[in-house]
């Protein structure tokens, strides 16, 4: 399918928006797909849940079995700008799949017509978060008492 993007050990498997809605709706993945232990995650109804024609959900996968979801909020703004987020189950956190997945993700966004940067926004205290970010190029391009801003390039 298009959009799939292979991260690392990981792959991105695409998801419509109405099959986002159905996973968050009824708990069902598309078949041979399974959720890995803690998924879904606490932010996985927010993120997929909000998944509209103009933006991209995926499911992040391990040898066939959900451990996380990403996408972007929204599509592209006037200034060339799309808002990724991104989230892992518990137990895969810590494990470096973090890591893997933002630099293709963001590879793939960067060829898509009218994305000119790959923006993101995360909790000053979620350091895996943001030095996840960090290591993948990203820069610091604001900060507040509730979110930390970065962008690539």
């Known amino acids: 399918m298009d959009g799939e993007i292979t ?3 990981l792959v991105l498997q695409p ?3 109405a099959q986002a809605r159905d996973i968050v709706e009824s708990r069902r993945l598309p078949v ?3 959720a890995g232990q803690g998924w879904p995650h ?3 109804d927010d993120g997929l849940g909000s998944a509209t024609a103009d933006s991209y959900a995926w499911l992040v996968t391990l040898d066939g079995v959900v451990i996380g979801d990403c996408g972007t909020l929204g599509g592209v703004d006037a200034d060339g700008d799309i808002e990724i987020g991104y989230g ?3 137990p895969f956190r810590h ?3 973090g890591s893997a997945l933002i630099p293709p993700l963001t590879a793939w966004l960067l060829t898509r017509p009218g994305v000119r940067r790959v923006v993101a926004g995360t909790e000053p205290g979620n350091r895996p978060s943001y030095r996840v970010l ?3 190029g990203f820069r610091r391009t604001g900060a507040s008492d509730t979110e930390l ?3 690539y390039p």
């Open 88 to 90: 892992l189950a518990e």
């Open 32 to 34: 041979p797909l399974r």
């Open 134 to 136: 960090e290591r993948a």
């Open 15 to 17: 998801l419509t928006p």
């Open 149 to 151: 801003r970065y962008a």
């Open 7 to 9: 991260a690392g050990p």
């Open 42 to 44: 606490a932010d996985t």
């Open 95 to 97: 494990h470096g799949y």
